[in-house]
């Protein structure tokens, strides 16, 4: 029986409004296991991401990647998962927030989604690995 991937994860609180102190965590660069875990919250409660659409922003000395849900993201209540993709990270520091993207009052289903929030910013940092990789 095969064994299952192997998956560094990380879970952080992020609210719209403020800065929530968050544990350091690293990745390393090449790395396709990586998955963050985001409790999206408004003033400390816990936001309903139904029925919205969410993109995280990534910014890196690679420059600006977005990843949504039809590239590694993806929600279910207040929770957003990121299967973090190698090109939304590289060694240095790395700048993430969300865009959470919604739909005005009176709009019908089929129309685009035309509100946005911008969740505060996290980090995290990328290290160069000790020898290039190659996929075995």
Same mark, same amino acid.
């Given at each position: 029986?095969?064994?299952?991937?192997?998956? !560094?994860?990380?879970?952080?609180? $992020? @609210? +719209?409004?403020?800065?929530?102190?968050?544990?350091? %965590?690293?990745?390393?660069? *090449?790395?396709?296991?990586?998955?963050?875990?985001?409790?999206? !919250?408004?003033?400390?409660?816990? $936001? @309903? +991401?139904?029925?919205?659409?969410?993109?995280?922003? %990534?910014?890196?000395?690679? *420059?600006?990647?977005?990843?949504?849900?039809?590239?590694?993201?993806?929600?279910?209540?207040?929770?957003?998962?990121?299967?973090?993709?190698?090109?939304?990270?590289?060694?240095?520091?790395?700048?993430?927030?969300?865009?959470?993207?919604?739909?005005?009052?009176?709009?019908?289903?089929?129309?685009?989604?035309?509100?946005?929030?911008?969740?505060?910013?996290?980090?995290?940092?990328?290290?160069?690995?000790?020898?290039?990789?190659?996929?075995?």
């Amino acid at each position: 029986m095969a064994a299952g991937p192997v998956l !560094k994860q990380f879970s952080l609180d $992020l @609210d +719209l409004k403020a800065v929530t102190p968050s544990r350091p %965590f690293e990745v390393v660069d *090449g790395d396709t296991g990586n998955v963050i875990v985001l409790n999206i !919250k408004d003033g400390g409660t816990a $936001l @309903d +991401l139904t029925g919205r659409q969410v993109k995280a922003v %990534f910014a890196s000395s690679k *420059g600006v990647n977005v990843q949504d849900e039809l590239s590694g993201v993806s929600k279910s209540g207040g929770t957003v998962t990121i299967e973090l993709a190698p090109e939304s990270f590289a060694p240095g520091m790395v700048e993430c927030e969300i865009e959470i993207w919604s739909a005005s009052i009176g709009l019908t289903i089929g129309h685009s989604y035309d509100m946005l929030a911008t969740t505060a910013r996290f980090n995290f940092t990328c290290r160069s690995a000790i020898r290039e990789r190659q996929r075995i």
